[in-house]
Structures are given as structure tokens and as C-alpha cells.
């Protein structure tokens, strides 16, 4: 057997778009983020059918390409057996599944704006400590070494609270940050 390697990502999608190709079809709607498009997409695909009429016996094989699209929509999503009925469901839910995507990037952008700001928050606070430690450390053993400073700084935060701790009671350098 024989098979073709097509790269889809090859073709911009204004050549695509100028091609009368059921395949070139194909590959608009798999990267076609935009559920409207993907209505109009449809039903450029049921226009190509019927200016193909040789072609019926590959309507449910393109069926089950646009299920396959269709997936990540969400599991409530069924795909009918008739690419009409596919492209009159699409129109309906279109709007539907906008929404959702869009309320999905929302949570999204709110969960990394969060953890953001953790973080930033985190990374405050252990600056702070190191800060408050190497001053504490200067003041009762002097000047600080090198790697005593690479240490402090390589640090998280239970470590420089640790230390912290410790020079009220260390006789060393050393003891602190042992």
C-alpha cells in the first residue's frame, strides 16, 4: 500500500480558502477556532457535495471528520449522522459554545492571573526574609562571604526562617546556616 503525507500546516489559510477541494475544506474547518466559522465551513462543505454528486458515498466519512472536530467542544456534544443536520445544529449551539469558550478563557486567564500573583507574592516574601537574614548576619558576624550570600539567596523560605532563628542563638556563621 501507498499513502500521502499532506502537511496541513503547509497552506496558508487564504490559499486554502481559494481552493475547491474537499480536502482543503477538511483542514479550514481542523483549524478553525471559531465555532461560526465552523458553520459557515459546513456548509461550504454541503455546497461542495452538491456540485459533486459522484462524491455522496464520502459524506459519512466527512461526518466523522467533523465529530472528531467537534470533540473538544465538550462531551454533551452529539453529532448527527447527516451533514444538514450537523450544520443545523451547529448554527443553533454556535452561539452556546462561543460562550462557553470564552468563559473557559476567562477561568483561565483568572487561574494564571492567581497564581501570578502567588507567586509574586512568594517570591516578596522570600526576598524579604533573605534580606532581614543578611542583615541580622552582618550585624552579629560582619561582612558575609560569598558563599554565604549564594546560600541565602539559593534558599526557600522555611530555610531562611530557620536561620532566622538560629542567629539569636549561634556562635558562627557556620552554625547558622549549617
Known amino acids: 500500500m501507498r499513502y500521502q503525507i499532506v502537511d496541513e500546516g503547509a497552506f496558508p489559510e487564504d490559499d486554502l480558502a481559494g481552493r475547491d477541494a474537499l480536502l482543503a475544506l477538511l483542514f479550514r474547518l481542523e483549524s478553525s477556532p471559531d465555532p461560526v466559522q465552523v458553520v459557515v465551513l459546513t456548509d461550504a462543505v454541503l ?20 465529530g ?4 473538544p467542544l465538550g462531551p454533551d456534544v452529539r453529532v448527527p449522522d447527516e451533514l ?22 476567562r477561568e483561565g486567564e483568572q487561574r494564571a492571573e492567581q497564581r501570578g500573583r502567588q507567586e509574586g507574592e512568594q517570591k516578596g516574601r522570600q526576598e524579604g526574609e533573605a534580606a532581614i537574614l543578611r542583615r541580622q548576619l552582618e550585624r552579629r558576624f560582619g561582612a558575609l562571604p560569598d558563599w554565604a550570600r549564594d546560600r541565602i539567596a539559593a534558599a526557600d523560605t522555611a530555610a531562611l526562617e530557620e536561620w532566622g532563628l538560629r542567629v539569636l542563638d549561634a556562635g558562627s556563621l557556620d552554625d547558622v546556616l549549617a
Open 84 to 105: 444538514l443536520e450537523i450544520r443545523n445544529m451547529l448554527a443553533t449551539r454556535a452561539e452556546a459554545w462561543e460562550q462557553k469558550l470564552q468563559q473557559r478563557v
Open 68 to 71: 472528531a472536530i467537534l470533540a
Open 47 to 66: 455546497a461542495w457535495f452538491r456540485r459533486h454528486p459522484g462524491f455522496e458515498r464520502l459524506r459519512p466519512v466527512f461526518v466523522d471528520m467533523l
